[in-house]
């Protein structure tokens, strides 16, 4: 195993200095390989990876007015950062209804269709300045999730519900076909049909079939998912579809009786947190929003998620809230700098494989309930065992389910991404564990044979010669 992972960092540093391999600057000093897109289904379908089959774990900003708010000397700051962060996708409307300074235009007032409200007017300088964002992105290695006709919350004026009511099946036909011809050679986009409402309940399900039948005459390659209502699934409205590849939640409650359903439900799809609360709104604190986050990818959501800040969602657009300074103060903010810990944990560690413990079988006692809830999932080779507790407590964990023989324990910081050594144990019987301080921090127990990475430092990551593995942790006695 030492080997092998001496081999893939060599190969890496090899890749790097030759520029074989696109490579990411993080914040930390280290550099992220960028994923080969598009990204595709994994051979048992139940996760993402990219075209050379290296698992892709989502960790998203939404960043919905991105392309018509934003300049491109702006975009390219806020791409950067995110990208420097550890945030590879980010959630954007191709075309924004309300929240811009010249909504529906973007900020050089080139409106996105020639015609107001025909979808079948297209404006070729709106739509290259679009081409010009997604491409940026993807020099950065960050995938856009395009969500091309947002609908609007409960099919208000945010989005384009009542246009869609008005117009001709043929007409958003024709749309689709335009989107999907202009976007089928991107490599980073992955398609989000709706936003913020139920289509059913509204009646605009069979013209957002339509557009979808478009888009597919052309796009056949890019993954697609869905945003509905508040509390609902995109499998909850489009289950019948053969079009909805990825599932996803969205949910202002504690995210694991969702997470939980969508994990067992009949048909299941590999499924993602879209939206919950976002920073600076409704009384969401750095912990709240990372419990989220983590109680969605251990309770089956091993797709990732997406975190949302305001007013950074909507960079200062007049219409948004914007009572929480600029969207550039925002970008260092603590929630959003945390968030990223989750991704950089999980990829050290085999969570494709990752199966949510239901039953409590592996943690035995002291998962409580509601907010305090811990989540704990076991990787299905019993590789790993990782488990979130939000609250301070003695919690039980069964050792037996780490294959091996020997158990190697650690404690990650959610706040930091540091991680400490407990120490190796038999793999028998139950032990308990209890965090090292009153905050919430994430447990990891380990195959020791395997002789994993220390947890947040990923194979696929090429430390930084200044670093060594060893000195990013300490020992408890």
């Known amino acids: 195993m030492k080997f092998r992972l001496f081999l ?47 698992p892709f774990f989502m960790a ?36 924004e209804h309300k929240f811009a300074t010249n909504a529906p235009a973007n ?14 007017t297209p404006n070729e300088a709106y739509f290259a300045h679009a081409d010009w964002i997604i491409n940026k992105a993807l020099e950065k290695g960050i995938v856009v999730l395009l969500d091309p006709l947002y609908l609007g919350y409960q099919c208000e004026s945010e989005g384009w519900c009542s246009e869609v009511k008005a117009s001709l099946p043929a007409t958003l036909r024709d749309y689709g076909r335009f989107v999907g011809k202009r976007y089928s050679s991107f490599p980073n986009i992955i398609w989000l049909i709706g936003g913020d409402t139920d289509p059913v309940a509204n009646g ?28 609902q699934a995109a499998m909850d409205v489009w289950s019948n579809e ?11 409650a504690d995210a694991y009786p969702m997470a939980f359903a969508q994990y067992a439900r009949i048909g299941a799809k590999p499924f993602f947190l879209i939206e919950t609360y976002y920073e600076n709104d409704r009384d969401s604190t750095p912990l709240s929003l990372r419990r989220q986050a983590w109680w969605t990818v251990l309770s089956g959501g091993v797709v990732g998620h997406i975190y949302g800040n305001t007013p950074l969602w909507h960079f200062n657009a007049p219409s948004g809230k914007n009572t929480d300074g600029t969207w550039q103060s925002q970008l260092g903010s603590t929630a959003g700098t945390t968030i990223t810990y989750v991704g950089k944990l999980l ?11 239901r039953e409590h079988s592996v943690l035995v006692a002291g998962y409580q309930s509601g907010g305090n809830y811990a989540a ?31 158990a190697r324990v650690w404690w990650f910081n959610p706040r930091t ?30 195959n020791a044979s395997l002789n994993l990475p220390i947890p947040g430092t990923p194979v696929s990551i090429l430390t930084a010669p200044t670093k060594q593995l060893g000195l990013c942790c300490k020992t408890l006695s």
């Open 8 to 54: 893939t960092l060599f190969i890496t540093f090899v890749s790097l200095c030759f520029g074989l391999i696109a490579s990411v600057p993080l914040a930390d000093g280290q550099t992220r390989i960028a994923p080969s897109y598009p990204l595709k289904l994994s051979t048992s379908g139940s996760y993402l990876v990219d075209q050379d089959n290296r």
């Open 60 to 95: 998203g900003d939404a960043a919905w007015s991105l392309i018509v708010q934003l300049s491109q000397m702006d975009a390219d700051t806020y791409l950067s950062d995110r990208a420097q962060k550890g945030f590879n996708l980010v959630l954007v409307n191709l075309i």
């Open 107 to 120: 900020l050089a007032n080139q409106a996105p269709f020639t015609t107001p409200g025909k979808f079948n």
């Open 204 to 231: 605009v399900a069979d013209k957002v079939k339509e557009f979808v039948a478009g888009i597919r005459e052309f796009d056949n390659t890019h993954l697609f998912t869905a945003h509905n209502g508040p509390e």
């Open 242 to 252: 053969t079009w909805l590849n990825l599932n996803n939640i969205y949910t202002y």
């Open 347 to 357: 990829s050290s560690r085999a969570f494709y494989n990752l199966v949510p413990d």
């Open 376 to 406: 704990a999932a076991r990787a299905s080779d019993g590789s790993s065992i990782i488990v979130y507790i939000p609250t301070r407590r003695t919690v039980t964990i069964e050792l037996a389910k780490i294959a091996g023989g020997l």
């Open 417 to 446: 991404a540091t991680a400490i050594m407990v120490g190796a144990y038999e793999a028998s019987g139950t032990m308990t564990f209890t965090p090292p301080d009153q905050q919430d921090w994430v447990l990891i127990i380990d």
